[in-house]
């Protein structure tokens, strides 16, 4: 069924798509003015929504559709990170393991971003400890974050924890790290925000 929770994203796409605007409408053509008490979903699913949205049309259906396109997405990353750090084997084992949880789909089809954060986070730790590549995986961090903030935000801390037992790494990959999740938050913020330096905000 379509619930509470999706609404307001769902309605946030309907926005972008009619009137550009990643907000909610409280009357017509005008929108509410504080992305801040709006945004539990971040603009990587949102945005996308409404593009869909000004293609399709604006309906439930379109909306779970286009997060079956996540569910598979998500499922082939799945398989693909934990072959590279695992082997094929356990990559099969893992990716029939998840696809057999009711939940993973119960969450993925609605517009809420769990599986999106996931699956974009699971790439981020791919970058770090595959590539060595802390300024795309910051980046990619940075949007699982703002992808589900309430979900996904205290992974933050928690890598940067990891970072601190890698002591003689610690600078250098926490600074590459930053500068690729840089310009995610900061754009994050002027988009929720409308005056992001007042003492209101």
């Given at each position: 069924?379509?619930?509470?929770?999706e609404?307001?994203?769902?309605e946030?796409?309907?926005?972008?798509?009619?009137?550009?605007?990643l907000d909610?409408?409280?009357?017509?053509?005008?929108?509410?003015?504080?992305?801040?008490?709006?945004?539990?979903t971040?603009?990587t699913?949102?945005a996308p929504?409404?593009?869909?949205?000004?293609?399709?049309?604006?309906?439930?259906?379109t909306?779970?559709l286009?997060?079956?396109?996540?569910i598979?997405?998500?499922i082939?990353?799945?398989?693909?990170?934990a072959r590279?750090?695992?082997?094929?084997?356990?990559a099969?084992?893992?990716?029939?393991l998840?696809?057999t949880?009711?939940?993973?789909?119960?969450?993925?089809?609605?517009?809420?971003?769990?599986?999106?954060?996931?699956?974009?986070?699971?790439?981020?730790?791919?970058?770090?400890y595959?590539?060595?590549?802390?300024?795309?995986?910051?980046?990619?961090?940075a949007l699982?974050?703002?992808?589900?903030p309430?979900?996904?935000?205290?992974?933050?801390?928690?890598?940067?924890?990891?970072?601190?037992?890698?002591?003689?790494e610690?600078f250098?990959?926490?600074?590459?790290?930053?500068?690729?999740?840089?310009?995610?938050?900061?754009?994050?913020i002027?988009l929720?925000?409308?005056e992001?330096?007042?003492?209101?905000?």
């Open positions: 069924k379509f619930w509470r929770d609404a307001i994203p769902f946030i796409a309907r926005t972008f798509a009619e009137l550009g605007h909610v409408v409280v009357a017509p053509n005008e929108v509410w003015g504080v992305g801040y008490m709006t945004h539990a971040g603009f699913v949102t929504l409404g593009a869909v949205f000004s293609i399709f049309g604006v309906s439930v259906a909306a779970r286009y997060m079956i396109v996540w598979v997405a998500a082939l990353t799945i398989f693909f990170i590279s750090f695992f082997g094929e084997r356990s099969y084992a893992a990716t029939l998840i696809s949880f009711a939940s993973f789909y119960a969450n993925g089809r609605t517009v809420t971003g769990e599986v999106p954060g996931f699956m974009l986070l699971l790439i981020a730790l791919w970058l770090f595959k590539r060595k590549s802390f300024v795309t995986g910051g980046f990619l961090l699982a974050a703002i992808t589900k309430s979900m996904y935000v205290l992974v933050l801390p928690a890598l940067a924890l990891e970072f601190v037992f890698e002591k003689k610690f250098s990959r926490s600074a590459r790290a930053v500068i690729g999740s840089l310009p995610v938050f900061v754009f994050w002027w929720i925000f409308p992001p330096f007042s003492l209101g905000s």
